[in-house]
């Protein structure tokens, strides 16, 4: 059994949704998740129905034979008219026949008897074909006098019959998607939009979220993209390298004189510009020997690797598990329920990202419990004289997490487990607000999260004290830190981040 998403455009009629169900059923299909929302989409119902592979190619090829699927996204405009109508029984129904002929809907439509002989109707039209357009109104103009009202930012939020087509045709075009990706665009967010709904959040402002976090990431490609890299010297043999995006996750290099060593990849959408910017550091990058290492298969830290042919993937069982799930089209571990499920689709899709080959991967551990509560040592690696210890966490923010410490020089990788929230420069701190709002917490069990940022501390603190110095703690996110009373902040000893475009 599989789980698939139908975007359904339904006639506003008794029974539609009944019919829908029926061939559903036909087919033993079992619907799990359903949403329909009036105030929003007059026609739009999502559908998320488990069955078998046979069974879905029955149920899609019934919806699209009843008109139901929805297998592209209409270039729709809406235009509102004003149009003046006697004030008299009967006086508005030759435009509503017109609009019938034409087959237009209407998505508002406001007008007040005023004490003169006319009213103003104000109509919102909904027009798939843009083509008539110009007939439309010159029957109506034979009639009645007709004036087209531009419509200011105020009056289109009020349109809610059209949000999803909007945002489709928006996101189609920023985001340079096919047809087949708007439409699971829209799904996704419908998804996000159900459960936030559900706490009180209105569709104006989930849709608002969800159209900055697009907007953040693909507004920073290209000449637009620009990194900040703070330099520390580790020890006589290795220089380590922050390199910090404007959103997604840091990239981390250390380099020794016979390897480069990365932790996290970053967003997809970036990888040709990432590149770049590693070739300017590296002259000699194409030729180097590389691994890479991820903290955990979160897709703003995993983006690269599928680019990054020939290289060792080095992960733990738990991480590799997630990446395979995600090959192979099945929920991973952020999708273990709709929010997390609806945020990280919209993350693939609006990143461009492709689950890397499994046959990269270099398995760090063997015989990890599915389940512990403590931080536990699986593994370790080294870099020229650096002595790696790989933790994995309990998963509390996400399945599998680990991070990695070099006790001997107080170097720590602590992912997207402790960050300086505070270091976070105003660009980064509003593109980081998002995803806790979409998803409700980054954390996929906060309890759990707490108790990890609490051990990762307490091991911290014990190396500062054997060395006598600070650790410098590299989180997912944000500057290169220490703690100063068990906060991050930011390091001393680091220069000023040098800033570097593409």
Not at 175 to 190: A, G, M, Y
Not at 496 to 502: D, E, F, G
Request: proline content about 4%.
């Amino acid at each position: 059994m599989s789980r698939k998403s139908y975007v359904t455009s339904m006639p506003d009629k008794t029974g539609a949704f009944m019919l829908a169900s029926k061939i559903i059923a036909k087919y033993n299909g079992n619907i799990v998740r359903v949403s329909y929302n009036k105030a929003v989409d007059l026609h739009m119902l999502f559908l998320d129905v488990e069955a078998a592979d046979e069974s879905h190619r029955n149920i899609a090829k019934e919806l699209g034979n009843v008109g139901y699927l929805k297998n592209e996204i209409s270039e729709t405009r809406v235009i509102e008219v004003d149009i003046k109508i006697p004030d008299r029984p009967g006086a508005v129904l030759p435009v509503l026949e017109i609009l019938d002929h034409y087959n237009i809907n209407i998505s508002y439509l406001n007008s007040n008897a005023n004490g003169t002989p006319f009213q103003n109707f104000k109509m919102g039209l909904l027009i798939e074909n843009p083509d008539i357009i110009k007939m439309l109104l010159d029957d109506i103009s034979k009639i009645y006098q007709i004036d087209i009202i531009d419509y200011d930012d105020f009056e289109k939020n009020l349109d809610n019959t059209i949000f999803y087509i909007r945002l489709a045709n928006e996101m189609q075009k920023i985001l340079s998607l096919s047809t087949d990706k708007t439409i699971e665009f829209i799904s996704e967010s419908n998804r996000i939009l159900q459960m936030l709904e559900e706490n009180g959040e209105s569709p104006k402002k989930v849709f608002d979220y969800i159209r900055r976090f697009a907007y953040f990431i693909s507004q920073h490609r290209s000449i637009n993209f620009s990194v900040d890299i703070e330099q520390e010297k580790i020890g006589d043999a290795v220089m380590l390298y922050s390199i910090q995006p404007p959103c997604g996750s840091n990239t981390y290099v250390m380099a020794a004189s016979n390897e480069l060593v990365l932790i996290d990849t970053g967003y997809a959408i970036y990888a040709d510009e990432l590149l770049n910017i590693f070739r300017k550091i590296f002259p000699d990058w194409d030729k180097m020997n590389k691994r890479v290492f991820i903290t955990h298969a979160d897709v703003d830290h995993c983006g690269l690797l599928s680019r990054l042919e020939g290289l060792k993937i080095c992960l733990n069982k738990k991480s590799a598990d997630s990446l395979r799930r995600q090959f192979m089209g099945i929920p991973d571990y952020r999708e273990n329920n709709d929010l997390g499920w609806g945020y990280s689709k919209l993350s693939r899709i609006i990143s461009g990202y492709t689950p890397p080959n499994s046959d990269q991967f270099d398995i760090i551990d063997d015989g990890t419990p599915d389940e512990h509560q403590e931080l536990l040592p699986i593994g370790a690696f080294t870099i020229a004289d650096l002595e790696f210890e790989v933790f994995e966490g309990s998963g509390g923010h996400l399945y599998g997490e680990m991070i990695f410490v070099c006790s001997k020089y107080g170097l720590a990788f602590t992912g997207d487990n402790l960050v300086n929230i505070s270091g976070f420069s105003p660009e980064r701190a509003e593109f980081n607000s998002l995803a806790p709002y979409l998803m409700r917490s980054v954390n996929v069990d906060s309890e759990k999260a707490k108790e990890m940022r609490t051990q990762i501390l307490n091991l911290l603190e014990k190396i500062e004290v054997r060395n006598q110095k600070a650790c410098l703690i590299c989180g997912g996110h944000g500057p290169i830190s220490i703690l100063k009373n068990r906060k991050l902040v930011k390091s001393n000893s680091s220069e000023t981040p040098i800033k570097l475009s593409v």
